[in-house]
């Protein structure tokens, strides 16, 4: 896959989460729903496909028959890199937070760093 392609896939990759992470804080309060993840990747896979197709001229009469076969290997190729960026994306959101809550009791923990020296 070329790198113009590879690009479009993380960028499209990291745009879905995005907006992903900004619906569930405004619907369903943080909960993590698989629909959201599945939907993800079939959009970036879309986009990718049809990148692919676009940047190497294979627009012709035939496309549709070609389509799936375009779209099965990349799916393939996404659901790794969705997954790899995934992870990264989480670890980057949890080190932007302010604050810990605790699961068990209603106890919040703010960061040290974002703690003044002067309120200690």
Not at 41 to 54: E, H
Not at 72 to 91: N, R
């Amino acid at each position: 896959m070329e790198l113009i392609v590879f690009i479009i896939m993380v960028i499209s990759c990291i745009t879905t989460l995005m907006v992903q992470n900004q619906l569930q804080i405004h619907f369903t309060r943080k909960k993590v729903h698989m629909l959201f993840h599945l939907l993800n990747i079939i959009v970036v896979t879309l986009v990718t496909t049809i990148a692919y197709i676009v940047f190497f001229n294979e627009l012709s009469v035939t496309i549709f028959s070609r389509f799936y076969t375009y779209f099965f290997t990349i799916l393939f190729i996404v659901c790794f890199v969705y997954l790899f960026i995934g992870v990264l994306f989480v670890k980057f959101i949890q080190s932007k937070q302010k604050y810990v809550a605790d699961k068990d009791t209603n106890i919040v923990y703010i960061k040290q760093k974002y703690l003044n020296k002067d309120d200690i």
